[in-house]
């Protein structure tokens, strides 16, 4: 095995995602999501992707009865008491544990910020995805990264868009002029792993036009506090939130380190690897439940999917 191994994931939003910032600010919503500090588009922490996947394994696994067995010694009064043993645990081994401070060992596994890639706006030719070229660059290692579109839009050699507009085509609320063709493909995209119904309606904008109709293209809610006594909206219970639409797309990375050969000295478990590990339990309980703030109302769902990055 290679000691370091890297791997790339697009991410899906299957539903609104609110990743909070943990408090309320003034301004056009109550509770805000993470964005980026330079480019202030949203983002996804990896801090938020390596906890709900590490549960989502751990869940899985002791669902499959393997966790208990990783986790118990070889005596049988440990494995009725269920005593871990976070040197037998692969999950502790891939994630890294702390035992009361003593024992603390660092995860194998390290994960990025999910990058926002691109984003669904409303047209009248019906939704398109918008993107950059730095993005592509940067996130798929697609074209040369130049950020030369001004106020103007590029669609993609061989896209699914057919606009009877002419050249101007509107983003929301903001009319723009087509630029040229780019000469980044459609095939280029669905070659590194982005599904034909998204990657034939990618539109690619300047950097600056990208955040501005991000930002402009939340979803926001109004919710309300309920009184459990009463069973009525409390005085002023009243608050807004914002989330990333549904359809955005984000890119992360899990880097794989083997220096110490921690994972290839392990004992007792079934994988390669640790990412595969947590490919086989981990991505289908992020796409059935969710992560993330208010998984309970209708967000968090994420279909992940590896990319050929």
């Known amino acids: 095995?290679?000691?370091?191994?890297?791997?790339?994931?697009?991410?899906?939003?299957?539903?609104?995602?609110?990743?909070?910032?943990?408090?309320?600010r003034l301004g056009r919503v109550d509770a805000t999501v993470v964005r980026e500090p330079v480019t202030n588009v949203p983002k996804i922490p990896g801090t938020s992707m390596s906890g709900a996947i590490k549960?989502?394994?751990d869940l899985s696994l002791r669902d499959k009865?393997?966790?208990?067995?990783?986790?118990?010694?070889t005596s049988g009064s440990d494995v009725i008491n269920n005593k871990h043993d976070n040197s037998k645990c692969a999950v502790c081994v891939a994630f890294g544990h702390t035992t009361d401070g003593k024992d603390a060992q660092q995860g194998i596994l390290q994960f990025t910020d999910a990058m926002l890639l691109a984003y669904?706006?409303?047209t009248l030719l019906g939704p398109v995805w918008i993107t950059t070229k730095s993005r592509l660059k940067d996130?798929?290692?697609?074209?040369?990264?130049?950020?030369?579109?001004?106020?103007?839009?590029?669609?993609?050699?061989?896209?699914?868009?057919?606009?009877?507009l002419g050249n101007r085509l509107n983003f929301g609320w903001a009319m723009l002029e087509q630029n040229r063709e780019s000469t980044i493909s459609v095939t280029d995209l669905i070659d590194k792993g982005i599904e034909i119904r998204y990657a034939g309606r990618f539109i690619i904008v300047s950097d600056w036009v990208f955040a501005h109709l991000v930002n402009d293209n939340m979803e926001v809610r109004t919710s309300v506090v309920i009184d459990p006594e009463t069973g009525a909206?409390?005085?002023?219970?009243?608050?807004?939130?914002?989330a990333v639409a549904r359809g955005a797309i984000f890119t992360f990375s899990i880097t794989e380190n083997q220096f110490n050969d921690n994972w290839s000295n392990l004992q007792n478990h079934k994988y390669a690897t640790a990412t595969e590990m947590i490919e086989e339990n981990a991505f289908n309980g992020i796409a059935a439940v969710g992560l993330g703030g208010m998984t309970t109302r209708g967000f968090g769902r994420l279909l992940i999917t590896e990319l050929g990055v």
Do not use: R, W
């Open 55 to 57: 549960f989502f394994t």
């Open 139 to 164: 996130q798929l290692d697609i074209g040369d990264g130049n950020d030369d579109c001004d106020e103007n839009f590029i669609k993609l050699n061989g896209s699914q868009i057919n606009n009877p």
């Open 120 to 122: 669904p706006v409303n």
């Open 1 to 24: 095995m290679k000691k370091f191994t890297v791997k790339t994931y697009s991410a899906v939003a299957l539903d609104p995602i609110h990743i909070g910032t943990g408090g309320q």
């Open 233 to 242: 909206a409390e005085t002023g219970g009243l608050f807004t939130f914002e």
């Open 65 to 73: 009865k393997e966790k208990i067995n990783i986790c118990a010694s």
